[in-house]
């Protein structure tokens, strides 16, 4: 998998993951978000667009989340998270974990079958919040 990291002038990222995906690239990946780099973050854009190939397992997910609820200790409050997975599987994937995401951390949190999408609704979301 390649996953590659946007950092954004506005305290924001894009994720963009491509090829096959495996639970332990993604892990990993979302890992290396927690740090002081993502303080303050408000919002993260992940797209699944270009994806073949999906080897994530439930146990995946929720290891992610428990990264996540790191990642919220030090993030903005109500941090954005809009999701992008044209394909069934990673729309399941992804909804699989905006379910046990947004139960441990106060994030607003959407996922969609378009990057064009995603990218709407987080900055929609944004000028309502400024």
Do not use: H
């Not at 200790?73 to 909804?95: H, K, N, T, W």
Request: aromatic share 6%; charged share 25%.
């Amino acid at each position: 998998m390649a996953v590659t990291v946007e950092w954004r002038n506005d305290k924001g990222i894009a994720l963009r993951c491509s090829g096959a995906i495996t639970g332990e690239e993604l892990i990993s990946a979302n890992r290396s978000l927690v740090g002081e780099q993502c303080r303050g973050l408000r919002y993260a854009v992940v797209d699944l667009s270009t994806v073949n190939e999906i080897r994530v397992s439930a146990a995946d997910v929720r290891a992610t989340v428990e990264d996540d609820k790191l990642l919220a200790r030090i993030a903005a409050p109500e941090m954005l998270v809009a999701i992008a997975a044209p394909q069934d599987l990673g729309f399941g994937l992804a909804r699989m974990w905006e379910a046990l995401a947004s139960r441990d951390t106060e994030w607003r949190i959407s996922v969609f079958r378009s990057i064009t999408d995603a990218n709407s609704w987080i900055q929609k979301s944004l000028s309502e919040s400024a």
